[in-house]
């Protein structure tokens, strides 16, 4: 089955499939009409399959003319992604790509001379190559040290490329961080964060960019900006959340209600307490949730209703900065940053 493009989205064709490591294979996607396709490196898009299912990436490399783009994907046991990936030959098959989304992007606004660390943490790589590729193309001398964490040594499928790269580029650094290293290992130890924290650089006038797994992202903008000096508004991130299959509690969850308002109709809709509100209002084809959750795309805004609206926590920095792009009203939310509590039990919201 292919799924009929809608506005604004693109077709690819797949064109190339390598392994990079045991679980990461490298997919590279060519517009299926030959033209271009822009983006700013450290963007992501989201890829919908033959089947209708979509999911999120960054490319991996810097945005070029040809209409080229390349993705790392891990192979997650239970992921649809992953299974559609590894279960047939599929090259040659048709995908969709809306975007691109996110605003993890080169910042030309600050200074040429202020020192550029990058942090990431398994396929959190790829965006941060991409950014590479973009900053390196520009022949600048801007300082740049890039610090990749993994468990193991096969997590960092791209060690050569970025040790040759520091080899050629004087003002470029490489830092590996291994988590679980052998006892041969003579490299840093541990986490990202805490590998560039040890190193104790300056960061007043300093910019990082930081992608990969929500707990290396969080506790690395606590770290650099309480220890290093580090400015709040120099810390750009995106931070992954792998969509998987998980296994069944072993209690029963708390269900709450909501009732979800389109074209006038009312559906009561039963949702998990502690999860966000999207994917309840995604499965119940109420909204798409382009993004996965990251709170990028704006399509999962809703209308939140009185007296439900206040007892919602203030809106966070970049849901709002994106609510105002959208000309939205003040009881407009994004429903992937509302998450349901039992105070929330029986909300009321218009999805349209």
Same mark, same amino acid.
């Given at each position: 089955m292919t799924v009929a493009p809608s506005p604004g989205e693109r077709v690819f064709r797949l064109t190339e499939i390598t392994s990079l490591s045991t679980d990461v294979r490298r997919v590279v996607l060519n517009t299926a009409d030959g033209a271009a396709f822009f983006y700013r490196e450290g963007?992501?898009?989201?890829?919908?399959? *033959?089947?209708?299912?979509?999911?999120?990436?960054? *490319?991996?490399?810097?945005?070029?003319?040809?209409?080229?783009?390349?993705?790392?994907?891990?192979?997650?046991?239970?992921?649809?992604?992953?299974?559609?990936?590894?279960?047939?030959?599929?090259?040659?098959?048709?995908?969709?790509?809306?975007?691109?989304?996110?605003?993890?992007?080169?910042q030309t606004s600050v200074p040429t001379q202020a020192p550029v660390f990058m942090l990431g943490t398994g396929t959190g790589i790829a965006p941060l190559k991409a950014l590479l590729e973009k900053a390196l193309s520009a022949d600048g001398l801007q300082p740049i040290t890039l610090y990749w964490g993994g468990r193991t040594l096969d997590d960092l499928y791209l060690r050569a490329h970025f040790d040759a790269l520091a080899r050629e580029r004087a003002h470029f650094r490489f830092v590996p961080v291994l988590a679980e290293p052998t006892e041969t290992w003579q490299g840093q130890r541990g986490f990202v964060q805490d590998?560039?924290?040890?190193?104790?650089?300056?960061?007043?006038?300093?910019?990082?960019?930081?992608?990969?797994?929500?707990?290396?992202?969080?506790?690395?903008?606590?770290?650099?900006?309480?220890?290093?000096?580090?400015? *709040?508004?120099?810390?750009l991130a995106d931070d992954f959340i792998p969509a998987v299959v998980t296994a069944a509690p072993t209690c029963e969850p708390l269900a709450l209600t909501i009732r979800a308002h389109l074209n006038?109709?009312?559906?009561?809709?039963?949702?998990?307490?502690?999860? *966000?509100?999207?994917?309840?209002?995604?499965?119940?084809?109420?909204?798409?949730g382009v993004c996965g959750g990251q709170g990028a795309c704006g399509t999962c805004r809703v209308r939140v209703r009185p007296p439900w609206l206040e007892r919602l926590a203030p809106p966070g920095r970049q849901e709002a900065r994106l609510l105002r792009a959208l000309d939205s009203l003040p009881e407009h939310r994004l429903a992937c940053q509302i998450a349901m509590n039992t105070d929330l039990s029986g909300i009321q919201l218009d999805c349209n």
């Open positions: 963007q992501f898009v989201s890829v919908r399959l *033959p089947d209708g299912v979509q999911r999120s990436y960054s *490319p991996a490399n810097a945005c070029g003319a040809e209409g080229r783009i390349e993705l790392h994907i891990r192979l997650l046991h239970g992921g649809h992604f992953s299974a559609w990936l590894s279960g047939a030959d599929r090259t040659g098959s048709l995908v969709t790509l809306s975007g691109p989304y996110g605003e993890c992007v080169w590998a560039i924290v040890a190193e104790r650089p300056s960061l007043a006038q300093a910019m990082v960019y930081a992608c990969g797994s929500p707990l290396m992202v969080a506790g690395a903008r606590a770290r650099l900006v309480d220890e290093l000096g580090l400015l *709040p508004s120099r810390f006038g109709e009312a559906r009561p809709l039963a949702v998990t307490a502690g999860s *966000p509100l999207m994917p309840a209002l995604a499965q119940a084809g109420l909204l798409a």
